[in-house]
Every structure is written in structure tokens, then in C-alpha cells.
């Protein structure tokens, strides 16, 4: 009788492994009424790619005033395999940026951060979808995009900061290409950066109700030898009143963009550096 009762027990313990194994996280993905993965809600990356999207270790700030507060700290870098694949021009671009990061990185300066960076800053984005179009609003900078789906002929009208987003589905994984965009973001703070022929494959793999696996392959012909790939997690915000909250920066940067032009302003005082363009360009002098 006690060998019956193990050999029971046994058998009901293999059951119940089993069942636990048939259950798959594709079951507790929410959806949308016709099936396809509902990823609306407020998502946010845990990485430190945006101080540095290649693995690096923990760094002094560019200005000795800012201390501890300003260091960047250490990465474990998001890319995948191996170093990226610069050409030489674009390697001297790079290393030129990062000498000089504080002074040139257009997010310094409340530009739009473009994508993917955009993902994988500090501050969450909302994603709000729809049978024909996918919204996805940034915190930073309010900044925002429209995914607009199955529409693959769908041309961007101009070069943009946030390029132009069409998507469609591949089974559960949302694939977005991102094309048009205008060559002055950077990929994080050390100064990986891209030309105008960039190109975005995106895709967001759901995992469960909370956890998107995201991907990105990057395509550059004029500054990469071939295309590469980070990939990372985002995570749903879950407390209970979760929301964007407002990061106007424009107000933040008005006088480091535009201080040289007040009428007080020294006379050795010029346009920052790293600016597409100034008023110095535009109307330079005689």
C-alpha cells in the first residue's frame, strides 16, 4: 500500500508539471478583439543604454562641478555581436562626439531623440493602438510617432527626428520600419550616431502581459559596414495611477540655445556648438 501511494503520488506530481508546462505566456498576452497582441499601455526600458549603447564601465562627468550627480554610470550595453561595425569616417565621427558629448548631444539641447533612443531613455512612453494606426507618446520632450499599419507604400513626406514609422505584424511580434529621418540624433551620450540613409527594424515580441522583448536592427550604409542589433526588455509601468508625466525641456535649454542672442549678453558669446544650423548660418555676417 505505501508503494501504491508513491507511485500515485508520483503520477499526480508529473500531471501537474505537465499542465503547468502547457501553459504558455502567448496565454496571458492581452488582445485586441480580432486577435492581434494589444500592447497599448505605459512601458518603460531598465537599461542604461542611453548613456552608452555598447558595454563600458563607470565615468567621471565632463565638468568637474557636477560630481557624483553627473558621472556616467558603468553599462552593460545593449548591442549585439561584438563592437559596432564603423566605417573609418564614422568612427572619427563618433570618437569626435564623445571627446565632446555634453557640448554636441542634440538631447542637450531638447531635440527630438529620435529611434530608437527614443525607447530606452529614463522616462516612460505610452503606446495607444488601433486597427489602422499605433501612437507611441514620449515623455521626454513630449515628443511622439504614428505607426501607421499595413500601409508599406506609405512614403514619408520630409525627413524627420522621429523618422517615419510603418508597421505590420508577423504573427505576435510587431515589426515597425523607420525610414526618413534626419541625420542629426545620436544613439546615446557617448556619440554613436547614424547618417540620413538610416533605416529601423523594429520589433516588440510580447512575453506576458508586462514584458515586451524589443529589437532593433540598424541599417547604414554610409556610417556602418553592415547592419547590426540591440535588443532589450521594456516593462509596463504598473502603479495604480501610471501616467506621462510632462518633460517640456524647451524651457530648460532656451539659454544655453539662445543666450548669445540677448541684448546683455557678452560679446565673446556665440551659438553652442553641435546645432544643425544658427542664426550665425542663416544670416552670417558681412
Not at 541599417?219 to 509601468?237: A, K, Q
Not at 495604480?240 to 543666450?259: M, P, R, T
Request: aromatic share 12%; proline share 10%; net charge negative.
Amino acid at each position: 500500500m505505501p508503494r501504491l501511494l508513491a507511485n500515485l503520488a508520483f503520477i499526480c506530481c508529473i500531471g501537474t508539471v505537465s499542465g503547468a508546462s502547457a501553459h504558455s505566456f502567448a496565454d496571458d498576452i492581452p488582445r485586441t478583439p480580432d486577435g492581434k497582441p494589444d500592447l497599448s499601455g505605459l512601458w518603460q526600458s531598465m537599461s542604461r543604454a542611453h548613456w552608452n549603447i555598447e558595454p563600458s564601465a563607470a565615468k567621471a562627468p565632463p565638468d568637474w562641478q557636477m560630481g557624483a550627480w553627473g558621472a556616467a554610470p558603468a553599462s552593460l550595453g545593449v548591442v549585439e555581436g561584438g563592437p559596432l561595425p564603423y566605417t573609418e569616417e564614422g568612427l572619427a565621427t563618433r570618437n569626435a562626439n564623445q571627446a565632446d558629448w555634453l557640448t554636441l548631444d542634440p538631447l542637450v539641447k531638447c531635440y527630438m531623440p529620435g529611434v530608437p533612443r527614443a525607447n530606452y531613455l529614463p522616462f516612460p512612453f505610452q503606446i495607444v493602438q488601433s486597427d489602422d494606426h499605433i501612437a507611441m507618446a514620449y515623455e521626454f520632450a513630449s515628443a511622439m510617432r504614428i505607426v501607421y499599419m499595413d500601409q508599406p507604400d506609405f512614403d514619408g513626406p520630409v525627413p524627420a527626428w522621429m523618422g517615419h514609422s510603418r508597421g505590420h505584424w508577423e504573427g505576435d511580434t510587431l515589426v515597425i520600419r523607420v525610414t526618413d529621418f534626419m541625420p542629426y540624433t545620436w544613439f546615446d551620450h557617448a556619440g554613436n550616431h547614424h547618417s540620413d540613409q538610416l533605416e529601423v527594424i523594429e520589433r516588440y515580441t510580447p512575453q506576458g502581459e508586462h514584458l515586451i522583448m524589443y529589437e532593433a536592427e540598424i541599417r547604414d550604409p554610409v556610417t556602418y559596414t553592415r547592419p547590426w542589433t540591440m535588443s532589450f526588455p521594456l516593462y509596463r509601468r504598473q502603479e495604480a495611477n501610471a501616467q506621462l508625466l510632462e518633460f517640456k525641456c524647451v524651457e530648460f535649454s532656451e539659454e544655453l540655445i539662445y543666450g548669445y542672442l540677448n541684448k546683455d549678453a557678452p560679446e565673446d558669446r556665440r551659438a553652442p556648438k553641435g546645432l544643425p544650423f544658427s542664426i550665425d548660418n542663416i544670416n552670417p555676417a558681412p
